[in-house]
């Protein structure tokens, strides 16, 4: 078990940079979870980490070594494939003892190992099966085994669920967050499943064309998200946001109906982020914002409204209370929830 | 699985016709002669034959130079399936490393397939020919007495070469192809899991490689036993004395050059049920420690 610190990480293929310094410290038995759109950089960011990929500059210790310069085999670490990657000629047994041999563990250990990993993962009567004759499920599960037996200093993974049916990779899910509480592992894992971050992190790294947008737990990211690319990336159904005008405390919308906020710089265009749930209906007289639906989604608890800003085609989508009765063509008039909204600069994206 | 029927009776049997065919006239015709001859015996001048029963097949098993010829294709063949397949390995494992210009290597690798056994055999015959051959003065010079015209063992050492040589290509190919269908996800999580390159290539890749290697064998078995009549034929004409003289080599032979028509063809046969069981004995037990994927 150890810590792990990035500093200044980067990468470059070919002179065109893909990851462009990420400094992170990771503690001992923390769970991260690593996030983002497709091509952001969060394989090339783990696999730098397991040594499969060089490092172009910036340095990764893992305990209290720079592992820099070292190979995988020396940077006590365990990793789990989106492939599983098993050796389809060994049995479930041979592949997860295939590390401790080579370690050359006394056989009894292996044993004992293997039988308490297949235990934890109820893989006990498929030990003898070749991986060709498992169920994804169970693939998924042997991966994991071969990673636990060796009691690695960490634990990474690359979208290990991401094979599996919707059904399967919740339950799996729910394994891999035990598995952390039981062995306190130090744990990397990689998805593009918000969910899956949301539920398993302890931190989560948002990451956007190779750079770490943010670092925090999950409730931070959510309430406080750190840029404009973080706030429509996490939450689902994604956070509204557009464009509003600053003049002296007022915000002029889309559809140029005057809306006074709090916390708006003195003038300037700005970018409004509203969640879907954080607007409330109210009166027609009062300020807000007029919404003009275009269709509703009525779930039973809560219905989903989609619609624009009047006078504009900036869409909005409204979480309003099961109870609501609204119909295509109604006119909807919202305001922000107290605290709830969140400016980005136009320019930056950042936080504002 | 599924099974295709056919509309008519006759269809099928057009469809296999040209196969047929060529089997037939290529294959069973010259086979049945083959049979036929082995147990006549014809008088020197082709003039009339009689039925001698299995007298050509007792003859031939107890003469000495068969059973010589039948100590050459073992020593022979052994060596050239383990040479051109062990660096063929080599060969494709190597290429795999190489980042820049691969596919200028695999190009060049693949070249001497394209040329014919005879023209290999005199290309070898022409570097090694102990008066003028470019790499003979070399050797002479490096203290050995290199002289295959005369030494049996350097001999078969310049036919195996120039067999082995020519047979590379094809190996390399297969086994380049078989590499690439290795997912490098294996090999990273046997590097993670603490395995060196070497370790790595004897527990994984040479295990998952083996299909290929299985048939490689196969085929490099029949190769060394009959497609190298041009290449002994060339470089030493299965001299000197009979050291470099295969079973193929002996038909020929004594069926063309010695026009004994009842041996050469006695041998044939005997030659044929080798080859039968060898190959069902590489299918039936080697072909059990195969991994197919
Ligand atoms: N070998 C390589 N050569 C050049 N560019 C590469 C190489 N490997 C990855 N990249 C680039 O690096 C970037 C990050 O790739 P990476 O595989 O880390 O993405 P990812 O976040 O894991 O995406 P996904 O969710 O699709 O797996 C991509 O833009 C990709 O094109
Ligand atoms: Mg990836």
């Not at chain 1, 990468?11 to 503690?27: D, L, R, W």
């Not at chain 2, 069926?255 to 030659?271: H, K, R, W």
Request: with cysteine; glycine share 8%.
């Amino acid at each position: 078990m150890a810590n792990i610190q990035l500093n200044d990480l980067r990468k470059s293929y070919a002179g065109q940079e893909v990851i462009h310094g990420i400094t992170m410290n990771i503690s001992n038995g923390e769970f991260v979870v690593i996030v983002g759109p497709s091509g952001c950089g969060k394989s090339t960011l783990l696999r730098m980490v397991a040594g499969l990929e060089g490092i172009s500059a910036g340095t990764i210790s893992i305990g209290d070594r720079v592992v820099n310069d070292l190979e995988p085999r020396e940077r006590d670490i365990a990793m789990v494939f989106q492939n599983y990657a098993l050796y389809p000629h060994m049995s479930v047994r041979e592949n997860m003892a295939y590390g401790l041999k080579i370690a050359r563990m006394p056989a009894a250990e292996i044993d004992a190992r293997v039988a308490k990993a297949a235990a934890i993962l109820e893989l006990e009567p498929y030990l003898d099966r070749k991986p060709r004759a498992l169920s994804g499920g169970q693939r998924q599960r042997v991966a994991m085994g071969r990673a636990l037996v060796r009691e690695p200093a960490a634990f990474l993974l690359d979208e290990p669920l991401s094979n599996l049916d919707a059904k399967l990779r919740v339950q799996m899910r729910l394994q891999i967050k035990d598995l952390h509480q039981t062995t306190g592992q130090t744990m990397l894992y990689v998805t593009h499943d918000q969910v899956e971050a949301m539920t398993l992190a302890d931190r989560l790294i948002v990451m956007n064309k190779g750079v770490a947008d943010q670092i925090a737990t999950p409730h931070e990211v959510y309430m406080t998200p750190a840029s404009e690319f973080v706030a429509g990336f996490i939450g689902s159904p994604a956070m509204n946001i557009f464009t509003v005008q600053a003049e002296a405390g007022v915000a002029v919308l889309p559809g140029g109906q005057r809306l006074p906020l709090s916390g708006l710089p003195a003038s300037g265009e700005v970018r409004l982020g509203l969640r879907p749930e954080d607007m409330e209906i109210v009166d027609a007289g009062t300020p807000s914002i007029p919404v003009v639906l275009r269709s509703v989604e009525w779930l039973g608890a809560d219905a989903f409204g989609y619609g624009v800003i009047e006078g504009s085609d900036v869409l909005m989508t409204l979480r309003l209370p099961g109870s609501t009765v609204a119909a295509r063509g109604d006119r909807l008039h919202v305001a922000p929830a107290e605290g709830r909204m969140h400016l980005f600069s136009k320019e930056t994206g950042k936080r504002l | 699985m599924r099974r295709t029927v056919f509309p008519h009776k006759l269809l099928p049997w057009l469809l296999l016709a040209p196969q047929l065919a060529i089997t037939l006239i290529f294959f069973y015709w010259p086979a049945a002669q083959a049979f036929r001859q082995s147990v006549l015996r014809e008088d020197p001048f082709g003039l009339s034959s009689k039925f001698v029963g299995l007298a050509n097949f007792r003859k031939v098993l107890n003469d000495p130079a068969y059973l010589n010829a039948m100590q050459v294709t073992v020593v022979f063949s052994v060596l050239v399936a383990f040479f051109a397949m062990g660096i063929a390995l080599f060969l494709a494992v190597q290429v795999e490393k190489i980042i820049r210009g691969k596919g200028l290597y695999r190009t060049l690798m693949i070249w001497p397939y394209a040329v014919a056994p005879a023209i290999a055999g005199m290309l070898w015959l022409f570097m090694f020919n102990p008066s003028f051959g470019t790499l003979a003065w070399p050797l002479r010079q490096l203290g050995i007495a290199w002289n295959p015209l005369l030494n049996g063992d350097q001999a078969m050492a310049l036919v195996v070469a120039a067999a082995t040589w020519k047979q590379i290509s094809y190996n390399f190919l297969f086994f380049v192809a078989g590499l690439q269908a290795i997912p490098k996800s294996l090999l990273e999580a046997a590097a993670i899991d603490g395995a060196t390159k070497r370790h790595a290539f004897w527990t994984i890749v040479f295990p998952l490689l083996t299909p290929t290697t299985f048939f490689l064998l196969v085929v490099n078995t029949v190769y060394a036993l009959f497609d190298t009549f041009g290449i002994i034929h060339a470089v030493t004409s299965g001299g000197p004395g009979k050291s470099t003289e295969t079973l193929v080599y002996k038909v020929y032979n004594d069926g063309f050059v010695n026009l004994i028509m009842g041996d050469s063809a006695a041998q044939s046969v005997i030659l044929m049920v080798i080859v039968i069981a060898l190959t069902a004995f590489q299918f039936r037990f080697i072909e059990k420690r195969v991994h197919y994927g």
